[in-house]
Each structure stands twice: as structure tokens, then as C-alpha cells.
């Protein structure tokens, strides 16, 4: 049976007090939306529609840099009516042709799991019913809708907590948001929805009592786990939800074998991927589509985007890299910021305070101290001694520095870019390289050393009152 999935994500969400769409605040690094979403496409639904009305263009900016867009459509709800007014808009995207069920649910769900979703759906076909939604019990259902049932005990109506009276708030079951219905039913249904409620909204909710009324089944498929359907309406309720999302990440990582010192500060996006042995110290974000191998060791306070980290390499305290890729045993850091399009091949040293951009540094080859490397290549077993900086900004443009094999480039050169040096180069200290130069070659540009025997002592004759120990100001 072909499934097509509707999220519900246009509102402001008032209640974060937010110049920014709710569905654009974070979880685990990444925007609210992308989570919803996730369980939709990983039961395969096709379409799953977006609808969108608050900062539209910038829920689809976001929505479309980080998923394939061949199943993605957006609606547009320029005026937010309510969840019934807002699936009415999402169907009107829905080609006419499309004949099978529909799944709605909302954006600021994020925790909710495909498989969850497999069950009831799988439950709604087997019960046979028009409409079927997901039901949690509660001690108290807060603002949560009440689900009202008949003296059968079959669901009649779903009452939003605002609406409902005294005995039916008393109520726990609640809806959590989630609905499988046919796209014909909703075709029928979602226009015979009114908005005389205590919001003057068209509540989606009111397709449980619509179907009734015309004799037709309505499911509630209680769910035992209330944590998967959390909905997100404030500030406090992201944090919450955060926290959850952030130990379930933590606690699949430390089954498949990853060390975390201290879960309470590792902060590691749903996408990233961690093998066997890695050791996790406090204080470490890892963010984004970011690889890291087996046997890693990331000692702690480090923000990693994107990275990529092959097998038993060691960051040391204190790095910040982006977009880049680390080989196998390479050691980096303290304090060192690998921006994007760094590519270390493997067994490198980065040492303290080195920065690195567009940078690609060939296998043993090692930066230790104090060095920008930027749009840059550097061979194999080089040693790039201390304070060498690649020039590669010109003011207009950036240029590129080519490093050979096996160059010794001794400390405080600079290499005024573009320009290449050959394989097995020596660059004495404190050159400033401004030409290429070619294989094999010993380089230096220093004025020749003299030496002028008394000088100093002339010199603070010449500053009597400044002579250490003299009576110059302190
Ligand atoms: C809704 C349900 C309530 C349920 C709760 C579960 C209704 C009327 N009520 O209440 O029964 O217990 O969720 O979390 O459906 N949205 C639009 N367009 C609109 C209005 C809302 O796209 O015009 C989107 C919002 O962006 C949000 C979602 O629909 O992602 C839910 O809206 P929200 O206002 O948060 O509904 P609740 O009051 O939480
Ligand atoms: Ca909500």
C-alpha cells in the first residue's frame, strides 16, 4: 500500500518566544525538522510533505542543503488556521491520483522512531478503521488534547485541553499527534472540520468526531512510551527533549563500544559514527556527518564538525576542526584548528597553536608548533619547523603554496605564495621564500651573521639613564 506522510510545520510556536520558526531550534546540533523527518523517509513514505508558513523560505533552505529532495514537497500555509487548516493545505500538494494511506504528523515531534511508526501503521490496516491516531496515558495530560471515549469504550472525540471541561481534563489518555488515515477519507473529511472552538482554529483533531458521526471506526493505538511523542512548545521543552535525544545518543554509542568519560558532556549528533575503542573525553561536541574510526582519542574540550578521524589517532586538549578529513595515527594538537578542507593522509603531528586551511599534508609530514598552513599542499615526511606561515593572501586573492617530499623548512619561514619548493629541500631558518625552488636545493635569504664586539655596552651608554639597575622609570 503506498504511504504518503504530511508534517505540520508552520507555526511560529509562540510560546518559545523565538524571532525564529520552532521547527528551525536545535536538537543534538541539528534543526528540530530534520528529526521529524528522518522516521518518515526511513519508513519510506513518498511524498512526505512539509507544510511550511512561518519563515517558509528558510525551513525549506534548511530542509533542502541537508535531504535529497526527490521525495521532499513543501505546502505553504501562509495564514496559521490550525492543524486541520494546515493537513488541508498539505493535501491540496497531494497528486489527486494518489490513492493509499496517509500519515500525518507534527514538526515539533522529534523523538518519534520509524518503528513505532511501522506498528501503527500496520495496526491501522489490521483494525480496519477510518481514522487511527496514537494515544498515550499520562497522570496528568497538561495541555495535551484529551482522548474522550464512549460507554463502549470506543474513542468519540479528541477535546483540546483549552475546551475541555473539568471532568473530561481529568481525563490521562491523550493524543499524542500522530494519524494514519486513507487519502480519500481526508479528501471527505478535513472540509467538514469548523473552527468554533476556544482558538477559532480548525483542529485537525476534529476528524475523530467527524468520523463517528458518519458511523465510520475510529482507532487509538496506545502507545506505552510517552518520551518518543514529547511535543516541543517552549524553550524549557527543548532543553528536556535535548537531554533525552542526548543520553539515548550516548548510551547506543557506549553499547557499541565507544568510551564517553563523561556522558553528561558529550555532545554527539544522530548521524555521527563512532567505531569500537574510541575514548570520548568531557567536554567534546562532534557535529554533523563526522566519521571517527576505532582506537580514537579525543582527550577533551574539542568541537568537531564534519570531521572525518581514521583509526588511532589522538586529538589532544583543546581543537576545533571543521569540514576535514584526519588519516590513521596521526596526533593533533593541543590547541589546534583545523578549518575547512584540511586533509592530514595519516601519521601527521599538528602540534599547538598550528591552523590549517585547504590544506593537504602528506603521510609522517609534521607541523609541530605555531604555524598557518593555508591553501596548501605539503608532501610526505616533511618537517615544517616552528612559526612557518604560508602568505597566501594578497589582499584580492588567496594563493597556493606547494611543499615537497622530505623538506625540512626551518622555523620562522615564511613562503610568500603562490610558489612551490621541490622534494627534498632545506629551507634554512627564517627565509622568506618568494621564488620556487627547485629539488635538492639548500635556501636561505638572511643577511650573513657579524658580529661587532663592545656593542652592547656602547649601547647603554649611549641610554644611561635606561641601564639595568639605572634610575630609568619603571
Ligand atoms: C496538538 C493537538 C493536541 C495534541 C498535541 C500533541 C490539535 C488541535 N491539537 O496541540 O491534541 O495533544 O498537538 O503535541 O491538533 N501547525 C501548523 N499550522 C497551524 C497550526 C499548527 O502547521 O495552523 C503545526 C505547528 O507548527 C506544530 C504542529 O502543527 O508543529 C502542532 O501545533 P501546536 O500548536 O503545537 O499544537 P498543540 O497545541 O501542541
Ligand atoms: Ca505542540
Given at each position: 500500500?503506498?504511504?504518503?506522510?504530511?508534517?505540520l510545520?508552520?507555526?511560529?510556536g509562540?510560546?518559545m518566544?523565538?524571532?525564529?520558526?520552532?521547527?528551525?531550534?536545535?536538537?543534538?546540533?541539528?534543526?528540530?525538522?530534520?528529526?521529524?523527518?528522518r522516521?518518515?523517509?526511513?519508513?519510506?513514505?513518498?511524498?512526505?510533505?512539509?507544510?511550511?508558513?512561518?519563515?517558509?523560505e528558510?525551513?525549506?533552505?534548511?530542509?533542502?542543503?541537508?535531504?535529497?529532495s526527490?521525495?521532499?514537497?513543501?505546502?505553504?500555509?501562509?495564514?496559521?488556521?490550525?492543524?486541520?487548516?494546515?493537513?488541508?493545505?498539505?493535501?491540496?500538494?497531494?497528486?489527486?491520483s494518489?490513492?493509499?494511506?496517509?500519515?500525518?504528523?507534527?514538526?515539533?515531534?522529534?523523538?518519534?522512531q520509524?518503528?513505532?511508526?511501522?506498528?501503527?501503521?500496520?495496526?491501522?490496516?489490521?483494525?480496519?478503521a477510518?481514522?487511527?491516531?496514537?494515544?498515550v496515558?499520562?497522570?496528568?495530560?497538561?495541555?495535551?488534547?484529551?482522548?474522550?471515549r464512549?460507554?463502549?469504550?470506543?474513542?468519540?472525540?479528541?477535546?483540546?485541553?483549552?475546551?475541555?471541561?473539568?471532568?473530561?481534563?481529568?481525563?490521562?489518555?491523550?493524543?499524542?499527534?500522530?494519524?494514519?488515515?486513507?487519502?480519500?477519507?481526508?479528501?471527505?473529511?478535513?472540509?467538514?472540520?469548523?473552527?468554533?472552538?476556544?482558538?477559532?482554529?480548525?483542529?485537525?483533531t476534529?476528524?475523530?468526531?467527524?468520523?463517528?458521526?458518519?458511523?465510520?471506526?475510529?482507532?487509538?493505538?496506545?502507545?506505552?512510551?510517552?518520551?518518543?511523542?514529547?511535543?516541543?512548545?517552549?524553550?524549557?521543552?527543548?532543553?528536556?527533549?535535548?537531554?533525552?535525544?542526548?543520553?539515548?545518543?550516548?548510551?547506543?554509542?557506549?553499547?557499541?563500544?565507544?568510551?564517553?568519560?563523561?556522558?553528561?558532556?558529550?555532545?554527539?549528533?544522530e548521524?555521527?559514527?563512532?567505531?569500537?575503542?574510541?575514548?570520548?573525553?568531557?567536554?567534546?561536541?562532534?557535529?554533523?556527518?563526522?566519521?571517527?574510526g576505532?582506537?580514537?582519542?579525543?582527550?577533551?574540550t574539542?568541537?568537531?564538525?564534519?570531521?572525518?578521524?581514521?583509526?588511532?589517532?589522538?586529538?589532544?586538549?583543546?581543537?576545533?576542526a571543521?569540514?576535514?578529513?584526519?588519516?590513521?595515527?596521526?596526533?593533533?594538537?593541543?590547541?589546534?584548528?583545523?578549518?575547512?578542507?584540511?586533509?592530514?593522509?595519516?601519521?601527521?603531528?599538528?602540534?599547538n597553536f598550528?591552523?590549517?586551511?585547504?590544506?593537504?599534508?602528506?603521510?609522517?609530514?609534521?607541523?609541530?608548533?605555531?604555524?598557518?598552513?593555508?591553501?596548501?599542499?605539503?608532501g610526505?615526511?616533511?618537517?615544517?619547523?616552528?612559526?612557518?606561515?604560508?602568505?597566501?593572501?594578497?589582499?584580492?586573492?588567496?594563493?597556493?603554496?606547494?611543499?615537497?617530499?622530505?623538506c625540512?623548512?626551518?622555523?620562522d619561514?615564511q613562503?610568500?605564495?603562490?610558489?612551490?619548493?621541490?622534494n627534498?629541500?632545506?629551507?634554512?631558518?627564517?627565509?622568506?621564500?618568494?621564488?620556487?625552488?627547485?629539488?635538492?636545493?639548500?635556501?636561505?635569504?638572511h643577511?650573513?651573521?657579524?658580529?661587532?664586539?663592545?656593542?652592547?655596552?656602547?649601547?647603554?651608554?649611549?641610554?644611561?639613564?635606561?641601564?639595568?639597575?639605572?634610575?630609568?622609570?619603571?
Amino acid at each position: 500500500m503506498p504511504l504518503a506522510a504530511i508534517t505540520l510545520a508552520a507555526g511560529l510556536g509562540t510560546r518559545m518566544r523565538s524571532g525564529r520558526a520552532k521547527v528551525l531550534h536545535e536538537l543534538a546540533g541539528e534543526p528540530m525538522i530534520f528529526h521529524s523527518l528522518r522516521p518518515l523517509l526511513a519508513v519510506r513514505a513518498n511524498p512526505v510533505i512539509v507544510v511550511v508558513g512561518h519563515q517558509a523560505e528558510q525551513v525549506q533552505a534548511v530542509v533542502r542543503g541537508a535531504f535529497d529532495s526527490a521525495g521532499i514537497r513543501f505546502a505553504h500555509q501562509d495564514v496559521q488556521r490550525g492543524t486541520g487548516h494546515a493537513a488541508m493545505c498539505a493535501m491540496d500538494c497531494l497528486p489527486r491520483s494518489f490513492e493509499g494511506q496517509v500519515l500525518i504528523t507534527y514538526g515539533d515531534m522529534p523523538r518519534l522512531q520509524p518503528g513505532t511508526i511501522s506498528s501503527f501503521m500496520r495496526a491501522h490496516g489490521e483494525s480496519g478503521a477510518a481514522l487511527s491516531f496514537i494515544s498515550v496515558k499520562l497522570d496528568d495530560g497538561g495541555a495535551y488534547g484529551r482522548v474522550v471515549r464512549d460507554d463502549d469504550g470506543q474513542v468519540a472525540a479528541i477535546v483540546e485541553a483549552r475546551d475541555a471541561t473539568p471532568d473530561q481534563r481529568a481525563i490521562g489518555e491523550i493524543n499524542t499527534g500522530v494519524y494514519a488515515a486513507s487519502a480519500a477519507f481526508l479528501r471527505s473529511a478535513l472540509g467538514a472540520i469548523g473552527s468554533g472552538n476556544a482558538q477559532g482554529e480548525y483542529y485537525l483533531t476534529d476528524l475523530v468526531a467527524i468520523a463517528r458521526g458518519r458511523g465510520l471506526m475510529v482507532n487509538a493505538f496506545v502507545a506505552a512510551d510517552f518520551s518518543e511523542f514529547a511535543g516541543i512548545n517552549s524553550r524549557e521543552e527543548l532543553a528536556a527533549v535535548n537531554a533525552d535525544l542526548r543520553a539515548a545518543i550516548n548510551a547506543r554509542l557506549m553499547a557499541s563500544g565507544v568510551t564517553l568519560i563523561d556522558p553528561a558532556t558529550a555532545y554527539i549528533g544522530e548521524q555521527v559514527e563512532i567505531g569500537i575503542d574510541t575514548i570520548i573525553g568531557p567536554n567534546v561536541q562532534i557535529l554533523g556527518r563526522s566519521r571517527i574510526g576505532c582506537g580514537v582519542r579525543i582527550d577533551g574540550t574539542a568541537w568537531l564538525s564534519d570531521v572525518v578521524i581514521g583509526d588511532r589517532s589522538h586529538l589532544k586538549i583543546g581543537i576545533r576542526a571543521e569540514q576535514c578529513r584526519i588519516g590513521p595515527d596521526c596526533e593533533v594538537g593541543p590547541f589546534a584548528h583545523l578549518r575547512e578542507g584540511t586533509e592530514l593522509e595519516g601519521r601527521n603531528r599538528i602540534g599547538n597553536f598550528v591552523e590549517t586551511k585547504k590544506a593537504r599534508i602528506g603521510w609522517g609530514t609534521k607541523a609541530s608548533h605555531l604555524s598557518y598552513l593555508g591553501d596548501a599542499s605539503v608532501g610526505r615526511e616533511t618537517n615544517v619547523g616552528c612559526g612557518v606561515i604560508t602568505v597566501n593572501y594578497d589582499g584580492y586573492e588567496k594563493h597556493r603554496t606547494e611543499i615537497g617530499d622530505r623538506c625540512m623548512v626551518g622555523c620562522d619561514t615564511q613562503l610568500i605564495a603562490p610558489v612551490k619548493v621541490g622534494n627534498d629541500v632545506y629551507v634554512a631558518s627564517g627565509t622568506t621564500i618568494l621564488r620556487d625552488v627547485p629539488d635538492g636545493c639548500l635556501v636561505m635569504s638572511h643577511h650573513p651573521q657579524r658580529e661587532k664586539p663592545g656593542w652592547t655596552a656602547n649601547w647603554h651608554q649611549r641610554h644611561k639613564a635606561n641601564q639595568p639597575g639605572g634610575d630609568s622609570e619603571s
